[in-house]
């Protein structure tokens, strides 16, 4: 769980200074549905954090021998606990540097839910790749 918590933290920490500092300077109406295409850069911080998280427990705990869903399981711990932050960063921007405006709301709903799906498809992928014990079904 330890590692989990540290790699999740990553991911939240690296969210919220994302929201905070270079979406705030860079992207200039957020209450628009329109990605900016800064934005995509953001999707590089739960797939890093994610293979590395993932990696880390495969190589330390697993001492190498992971099965496909001990690594998915191992990846939704570190998106539960990155998404919980990311999203407390969220409701605190909206509600105090953006002063509660419903429409910036529904906007960051929005992308919060595309992010859910991003993390949820890297956690796919990244468990496929760093699998590396094999379960044969007869």
Known sequence: MKNSVIYGLLIGVLSAIWLFVVIRTTVSDLSDSKVAP???????IPLIGLYFGVKNFRDGELKGQMGFLEALIQ???????????AIFSVILYVNYVLAGNDT??????????GALL??????????????????KVD
């Open 118 to 135: 991003v993390g949820v498809i890297f956690a796919f992928g990244v468990s496929l790749l760093l699998t590396t014990k094999s379960n």
């Open 38 to 44: 800064i934005e995509y850069a953001s999707i590089f």
């Open 104 to 113: 910036s709301f529904q906007s960051f709903s929005g992308r919060i839910f």
């Open 75 to 85: 990846s939704f711990k570190i998106l539960l606990v990155g998404g919980a932050l």
